[in-house]
């Protein structure tokens, strides 16, 4: 097992928590434009199609950037390219408030979706380099409690947003809150971080390119990511498009839908990313191998999705944000323990690659279905075959990765180079 830096628990999760705050401020600067979606298409009349499309270019670019970014954090550290991107979206996200053409709009959304790409390989940087390997789905848990609150927060947001009459005032005050991160972030890693750095074997620190690329030879990779992809079809849904379904469904407002029901789904998300984290780390301390540990949860985790396919025949908002919020708690449940994979595997010191590998097919999951939900919602008029269609995805992603089971921690890819597999870890710089 590859220790952790830093010895004190209190202060490893410390800096992992804070950092995790990036992940809040992502998701929220993220999903502004689903919680404004109804305002947004008034103004800029937009179709669900032409929504859909907005999504997709967001995705593109962050499928496309994750991998360079999280080789480059894997090449350089983790302090200099996290500030770097949260620096990015933010600013990008404060200039979607001042947008006056869907145009506009698009190129905001891929000037976020380049500073975004950072976001989740900086995560899997810090499991990497901070927690224990029966921890890291645990880790994930609160990195799903930290999204959650991000996802939580956009449309409490917007609502303020609109019931002050200006819908851009959300993207302003969003982006001013990622560059006050910056700065907190550069003073923990000076306080803390900085001297974690020191690794055991100074000679392996941080991967060469060919200990980085060597998972790209390892087909059990490949099979991971082709179950991201379709796991992530029911995440991808939700965040983007439950104030449109809920307004479209209910005729509600999208102040009302997002003050009263929007915000409360992403608490399923946590519950069931923490529940999915403690469940694999007990059955990791009872003595199971870690990877059929997490991928026992993802199985049951996948079975219970099936829930999706319910919610567009629930009679009131109400019953709908329920079923809404014991699909997300599922899916996290499983997402959890399936993004910790990689990390088991291949090690800290190519978590930022192995991960940035995942957030590019959570991209391509976006870029390929989004516009595809607004093609269905505009065909068939509501959201009836897309829900039955994308609830048994998660059960097809399993059975991808279920031979995997038998996979172990120590199985790592060796990089063609010869160097070592697994250093010590990743220097959090």
Request: proline letters at 6%.
């Amino acid at each position: 097992m590859t220790e952790p830096r830093i010895e004190s628990p209190w202060t490893r999760w410390f800096v992992v928590s804070f950092f995790l705050i990036s992940s809040s401020l992502n998701y929220l600067d993220r999903l502004l434009l689903a919680s404004l979606a109804p305002v947004l298409k008034a103004e800029y009349h937009l179709t669900n199609v032409d929504y859909g499309n907005l999504v997709a270019a967001f995705a593109v670019t962050y499928a496309a950037i994750a991998p360079v970014l999280g080789y480059w954090m894997d090449r350089v550290g983790l302090t200099p390219v996290a500030a770097l991107a949260v620096g990015a979206w933010s600013l990008a996200g404060m200039a979607t408030g001042f947008v006056r053409s869907a145009t506009q709009l698009l190129w905001c959304r891929v000037a976020l979706g380049i500073g975004e790409a950072g976001g989740i390989p900086g995560t899997g940087k810090v499991y990497g380099a901070y927690l224990l390997p029966k921890e890291r789905a645990l880790g994930a848990g609160v990195g799903q409690l930290a999204i959650s609150a991000g996802s939580l927060a956009a449309p409490l947001l917007a609502a303020w947003a609109l019931r002050h009459g200006r819908w851009q005032m959300a993207f302003v005050a969003a982006g001013l809150l990622g560059l006050v991160w910056v700065a907190g972030w550069l003073i923990v890693n000076w306080l803390f971080a900085a001297p974690a750095t020191a690794v055991r074997n100074p000679a392996t620190q941080g991967p060469g390119p060919s200990a980085s690329h060597a998972l790209l030879r390892d087909p059990r990779y490949w099979r991971l990511l082709a179950a991201n992809f379709l796991w992530m079809s029911i995440y991808t849904l939700w965040p983007n498009w439950t104030t449109l379904f809920l307004t479209s469904r209910f005729n509600l407002t999208a102040e009302v839908a997002n003050r009263v029901y929007a915000w409360l789904p992403p608490l399923g998300a946590t519950a069931g990313a923490l529940a999915g984290g403690l469940l694999s780390l007990r059955w990791i301390a009872a003595g199971a191998p870690e990877v059929a540990a997490r991928l026992r949860v993802c199985l049951i985790a996948a079975v219970l999705s099936l829930v999706t396919a319910f919610v567009p025949f629930a009679g009131s908002p109400a019953v709908a944000t329920v079923s809404i919020g014991l699909s997300y708690c599922f899916v996290a449940a499983g997402s959890t323990n399936l993004y910790t994979v990689p990390v088991d595997l291949y090690g800290a010191s190519r978590s930022g690659f192995a991960i940035a590998g995942f957030v590019a097919a959570f991209g391509v999951t976006q870029f390929v279905f989004n516009p595809i939900f607004g093609y269905l919602t505009k065909y068939f008029g509501d959201y009836r075959v897309l829900c039955v269609g994308v609830s048994v995805l998660p059960l097809a992603a399993y059975s991808l990765v279920a031979g995997l089971r038998n996979s172990t921690a120590g199985s790592r890819v060796e990089p063609a180079s010869g160097g070592v597999a697994d250093p010590a870890g990743c220097s959090p710089q």
